[in-house]
T-cell receptor, first 115, second 115 residues
Framework: AQSVTQLGSHVSVSEGALVLLRCNYS??????LFWYVQYPNQGLQLLLK??????LVKGINGFEAEFKKSETSFHLTKPSAHMSDAAEYFC?????????????FGPGTSLSVIP | GAVVSQHPSWVICKSGTSVKIECRSL??????MFWYRQFPKQSLMLMAT?????????EQGVEKDKFLINHASLTLSTLTVTSAHPEDSSFYIC???????????FGPGTRLLVL
C-alpha cells in the first residue's frame, strides 16, 4: 500500500525566505510523485511531478523538488517566497508505474508568507 | 496541461433533495475520471473511480446508492448526491488522467451546502 506523510501541517516563512515543504512516501513499487497547490475554494493545480526520470524536478512558479529514494522523500523547495505562494500544498503518490491509476494524497501543508 | 471543468461551482439545497455535479474534460478524452471529497482543512479523499461505459469503482466506506456516478461519454462524468443531508455538505472535486495517463488534472471543485 502506498501512503504519504507531510511533516508540518502549517509552515510560515517570511517573504523572500526559503520555502521547504516536506514529503515522505511509502510505496512497494517505483512511485510517481506529485506536488499540487490549492488556493482557497479552488481545485488543485499541478506544480510538478516525478516520473522516474531526473531526480531533481523543476515545476511552475519557481518550485522544485528532489526525489531521494534512500530517504523516501520528495521535499518541495523554492528559493524565495512570494506572498502569492500562500496556499495549501499537497504531496501525492501514484502507482502508475506498475499499472495503477489511483493517486494517494498527503494531509497537506498550509503555507503562510509573512510580509 | 489538460483542462477539467465542473458545474456547478456552488450549490445549496434542502435536505432530502438530490444534487447532480458534472465533470467535463474539455480538451481531451478521459476514459477514467475520479471523484474526491474534501472537508475543510483536510486532504482529498478518493470516493470513486468513474469508468466510461461501465460501473464506477467505489472506495471502501462510500455508499454506492448515495453517490451515483455515471460516465456516459469520454468527456463527461456526473456525480449525483441522492437524498442529500447536511453531513453531505463538502467540497467535491473531480479529476481525469491526461493522455499519457501519468498525471491527474483536477476540476475547480463544487461546494455543496445542504440545509
Amino acid at each position: 500500500a502506498q501512503s504519504v506523510t507531510q511533516l508540518g501541517s502549517h509552515v510560515s516563512v517570511s517573504e523572500g525566505a526559503l520555502v521547504l515543504l516536506r514529503c515522505n512516501y511509502s510505496s512497494s513499487v517505483p512511485p510517481y510523485l506529485f506536488w499540487y497547490v490549492q488556493y482557497p475554494n479552488q481545485g488543485l493545480q499541478l506544480l510538478l511531478k516525478y516520473t522516474s526520470a531526473a531526480t531533481l524536478v523543476k515545476g511552475i512558479n519557481g518550485f522544485e523538488a528532489e526525489f531521494k529514494k534512500s530517504e523516501t522523500s520528495f521535499h518541495l523547495t523554492k528559493p524565495s517566497a512570494h506572498m502569492s505562494d500562500a496556499a495549501e500544498y499537497f504531496c501525492a503518490v501514484s502507482d502508475y508505474y506498475s499499472g495503477g491509476d489511483k493517486v494517494i494524497f498527503g494531509p497537506g501543508t498550509s503555507l503562510s508568507v509573512i510580509p | 496541461g489538460a483542462v477539467v471543468s465542473q458545474h456547478p461551482s456552488w450549490v445549496i439545497c434542502k435536505s432530502g433533495t438530490s444534487v447532480k455535479i458534472e465533470c467535463r474534460s474539455l480538451d481531451f478524452q478521459a476514459t477514467t475520471m475520479f471523484w474526491y471529497r474534501q472537508f475543510p482543512k483536510q486532504s482529498l479523499m478518493l470516493m470513486a473511480t468513474s469508468n466510461e461505459g461501465s460501473k464506477a469503482t467505489y472506495e471502501q466506506g462510500v455508499e454506492k446508492d448515495k453517490f451515483l456516478i455515471n460516465h456516459a461519454s469520454l468527456t463527461l462524468s456526473t456525480l449525483t448526491v441522492t437524498s442529500a443531508h447536511p453531513e453531505d455538505s463538502s467540497f467535491y472535486i473531480c479529476s481525469a488522467h491526461d493522455r499519457q495517463g501519468e498525471t491527474q488534472y483536477f476540476g475547480p471543485g463544487t461546494r455543496l451546502l445542504v440545509l
